[in-house]
Each structure stands twice: as structure tokens, then as C-alpha cells.
């Protein structure tokens, strides 16, 4: 067994946060990120098993999470009020195995970020995508940090186009940081593609992740 690291080995003297931190301020969508406490993210960082070195030691060990585009984009961070769920920690709490793949960000809409470990493809180690559009999870090809960069910097409008509303932005900020918005009719259903007529009502995050994968299971997806 590998012998855990205490948190002063993880503290890097060369850090990934004043990067990531011009990344965020460069960005021209409303970001915000969210104050971290210092206990939890010690205990984050200790859990997580990274240095600052590394982009995802840098958000665990600096940020509370960041909420992206209004709040559409939640990356998780060490906790906070706004967003309560930890790195890590969110995983155990879904019953998912880090070493299955460690989940990093999530939509408004129940879509999933997370790294693979050894569960989602063939390159251990990227970003992939659980898209509730296709119920699938799809490779974005990009690493930890090349993501943030993305989530910071990156087209979203593009990446979200068919599957955002006239009021969405309304809609989102009215929205906490521990619920997602339930689709119906599905968006993975032909009536559901029609993002303007359908249904979206609040729910918990954990419930539309077993939800979408309750619908995955049924549909004999792996």
C-alpha cells in the first residue's frame, strides 16, 4: 500500500495557481471563485494526494470551486457554501471509486466531468464528458488542466448550443450549487431536443446522477 503523503510534502514551491489564476481573470464570461477554508482544503489536498504543482492541487488546495458562465459550470474545488461538494469527496458520496475515475466538474444539467482512472477509455487520464444529450461519456482529449483553461477560456456558447434556452442565464442564477436542473422531456429523447419547450425543474445533483444512471443501466450502456 502506498504510504499517504502529509499535507506539507504536497505544498509546491513552484504552484499551478498564479497561472490558472490569469486563466480565470482573462476570462470574458462571469466567473466566480469561491473563497477556500483553509482546513478543508488541507484536508482536500491530503485526500486528493497532489501537489499544488499540478492544476488540480492548485484548485483543490486555492479554491472553494469556481463557479463558471453564471454558474452553468461548477469545478469543484475544496467546498463552500455556494458549492459544497469537495473533490474527492463527491465521489464517495456517489458510491464512485477515484480509481474508476474522479469527477472534477458538472452542468446545470446533470453533465459530468471527470477524470479517467481506469474506467471511461483508453487514455487514463483525460477529461471525459458524461453528455445527458446521448447518456454517453465522451472523450474530450484534453488533460486536468488544459479543462480549466478551457472551462475559463474555452467556447462554451459552442459547446452548449443546442441545449441552452433564451432565459438560461435567469434560470441558472436562481440555482444553487448542490442542484441541477431535471430535463423532461429527457434531452437524450427526440421531444427533449427542443430545449425552449420542455420542462426544467430543480433537483438535487446526487438524485439526476443516479437518475441518468439508473437510464444507462436500463438501456444495457456500460
Request: glycine share 8%.
Amino acid at each position: 500500500m502506498q504510504q499517504m503523503r502529509p499535507y506539507r510534502e504536497l505544498l509546491s514551491d513552484d504552484p499551478a495557481w498564479p497561472e490558472i489564476a490569469a486563466q480565470a481573470a482573462a476570462s470574458t464570461r462571469a466567473t466566480t471563485i469561491l473563497p477556500r477554508d483553509a482546513a478543508k482544503a488541507a484536508d482536500c489536498l491530503e485526500r486528493l494526494q497532489v501537489t499544488t504543482r499540478s492544476a488540480l492541487g492548485a484548485i483543490a488546495h486555492e479554491t472553494g470551486g469556481v463557479l463558471v458562465d453564471h454558474g452553468w459550470l461548477r469545478v469543484l474545488g475544496s467546498g463552500h457554501a455556494r458549492l459544497p461538494r469537495q473533490l474527492g469527496e463527491w465521489n464517495e458520496q456517489l458510491g464512485v471509486p477515484v480509481s474508476d475515475f474522479l469527477i472534477v466538474a458538472d452542468d446545470v444539467l446533470g453533465g459530468v466531468f471527470a477524470i479517467d482512472g481506469d474506467a471511461l477509455g483508453a487514455v487514463r487520464g483525460n477529461v471525459h464528458y458524461f453528455a445527458p444529450d446521448t447518456l454517453d461519456w465522451e472523450d474530450t482529449e484534453l488533460g486536468y488542466g488544459a479543462f480549466v483553461q478551457w472551462a475559463f477560456t474555452g467556447d462554451l456558447d459552442k459547446f452548449y448550443e443546442d441545449v441552452r434556452w433564451p432565459s438560461w442565464r435567469d434560470d441558472v442564477d436562481k440555482l444553487d450549487g448542490d442542484h441541477a436542473l431535471h430535463i423532461y422531456p429527457p434531452l437524450w429523447t427526440p421531444e427533449g431536443k427542443a430545449i425552449s419547450t420542455t420542462s426544467r425543474r430543480p433537483i438535487p445533483v446526487a438524485e439526476l446522477w443516479r437518475f441518468n444512471m439508473d437510464i444507462r443501466a436500463r438501456l444495457g450502456r456500460r
